[in-house]
């Protein structure tokens, strides 16, 4: 991989933006956190918006969107068809969480039995460019949970803030062609200096505001490492679950939470579609079941044991089912909570009242 | 036969329609390809433009090209499936699952429990091992429902008791005019089991409180979990371990299942 400089004036010039490709970038709000917005084609990115904590929402509508038609089948034989799409997307700005996010909706998605046909379209048209985190918002926790604030890989071009401009690190062929054109020196020695010095500057940083919720020091659990967690019934979940108003924030905001729906409309007499849709494991519709009175139809009527289901799922189940921790430390479940419930503390908390 | 596409169904005419009580019926569908499945797999069938739900075909495995799929009537697709007739077209997603364990029950006693539409399943299962029922050592089907009205395939089961091997008991909950056989929920018939307990395999499907007081039953009985296999039968969606509603702990009951060895989920929350 070789990093070049880009001087801050040529930088908002990048990238080509002659080409075909939808971009996506982050954006400077007045007030709070960069939202991800599609840029005009005549519009430049948003160099400070790159040295704002990671942007409110997370990229994955953009693999995954809210609501999506997944086929069309009719009741003719032979009338069944793959839904169709996609244009290249850019993805501007993303960061090392989100990078660890996508590589585990990867393996959920791509890596089982079957490959989600619509996620694998979306993603394989996606460039992606990262940049490394040189602010943090104060429910940011990525080194808490084994990640750190800079991307190491999986991007197509990765952007570091140096002084006067950006180290621009390409590391595939398809960011050599997003950057075609591009005049820049290599980095220097004292540059890469200077970008490693910032990315421990920024991991401490991480470190110092998440000491509460790792007196042992980081991490508090990893791909490897995860905390012993009281199992779903525990009434340890309800003080938690006490605050949960089952409103869905966390899992629309979070960077893994992948959980869906299917269902399907008709587009004629003889034409239907399915559409996916996003769900959430915490509302009480999510396993509800057919059936008649005196039947249990949830298997998880409790609030709580559903909280409990989706904090499991991330720290216990995902690293079983594929050897990832399934959170990221991204902290937009923080920032989403309308009850104010901090995944860090409640992780933090019974796993110490476990080993206590 | 898994569509190149996972999510879309391909069309399969409903040639038959048999009401096997005031509530339940069961569909006969042809899919345009013979759909080959293992006993306990399950489909996802889909009403056109409705909406699908998950069944396990009730018919022999034996049998690809004609899936029996025995829905009781209790919800919004349910209700409109009960409403077909012959000649329409239907859809199917399939199969799905790791369906029962059969290389597992060669030369055991297999125990099989029902509850309620919860034979419609296990059907798939004793037809499978009626077809080679020299291959186990005894097969006992012990099936309850609330009432008689609610009984399946009541024609059937002096054919299923046919081999010497087979042995059938049925119970409904309440005494009822014109029933002279046993009474009392399933579990009735499971006291003082007489089957050869470290050669035993059970397979349980029925709703959920079956499924717990029946598990409890056989523990009780002498059984260890790793001899109980439950169907649980859950809402699903995707049916491929995807869509995320059916877990119970790291397992998804759809890719892993739906007939669960009681040992593998038994430590975690919200089983029954």
Known sequence: MTAYFVRNEEFVRLPDRTREYALFAPQSTASGLPWLAPLEPDATIDPDALLRPRAAQSPKALYMPAAESVGQYGTAEGGTAVATRTRPVVLFGVRACELRARAYLDQVLLEGEFADPTYRERRNATTIVSCDCVDCAESCFCTLVGGQPYPTEAFDVNLSSVEGGWLVEVATDRGRDLLAGLDAPEATAEQLERREEARQLMTTRVNEQNKPFAPGGPPLADDTHQPPLPQGDDEAWQRFAADCVECAACTNVCPTCYCFYLYDQALGPEQFERVRTWDSCLLSTYHRMAGGVRMKLSPRPRLSSRLANRVLHKFAYAPEQVGRLGCVGCGRCIDACLGGIDLREVVSTLAREGTA | ?272
């Open chain 2, 1 to 272: 036969m898994i569509a190149k596409n996972p999510y879309v169904p391909s069309p399969a005419p409903l040639s038959e329609v048999i009401a096997e009580t005031p509530t339940i019926k069961t569909l006969v569908v042809r899919p345009g390809e013979p759909m080959p499945f293992r006993a306990g797999q399950f489909v996802q069938l889909t009403l056109p433009g409705v909406g699908e739900a998950p069944f396990t075909p009730s018919s022999s495995p034996l049998e690809p090209e004609r899936l029996a799929i025995t829905v009781l009537r209790t919800g919004t697709v349910t209700d409109r499936l009960h409403a077909c007739e012959p000649g329409q077209t239907l859809a199917l997603r399939g199969p799905f699952g790791k369906g029962y364990p059969l290389e597992k029950t060669e030369g055991k006693d297999i125990l099989v429990v029902g509850g309620g539409v919860g034979l419609a399943p296990l059907r798939a299962l004793i037809l499978a091992l009626l077809s080679r029922i020299d291959s186990v050592k005894r097969l006992s089907i012990r099936y309850g429902a609330r009432c008689t009205e609610e009984l399946l395939y009541r024609s059937e089961w002096q054919r299923w008791a046919e081999p010497p091997n087979v042995d059938f008991a049925a119970t409904i909950d309440n005494p009822q005019e014109g029933w002279d056989g046993r009474v009392g929920v399933v579990t009735t018939l499971l006291k003082g089991l007489d089957v050869d307990k470290a050669n035993c395999l059970a397979f349980v499907c029925g709703p959920s409180i079956m499924l717990k007081f029946t598990t409890f039953a056989l523990l009780d009985e002498g059984l260890a979990p790793e001899q109980i296999y439950l169907s649980m039968n859950r809402r699903m969606s995707c049916g491929m371990g995807l869509c995320g509603r059916c877990n119970i702990g790291p397992y998804y009951l759809c890719k892993d299942g739906p007939d669960m060895n009681y040992a593998k989920i038994k430590d975690y929350p919200n089983v029954f």
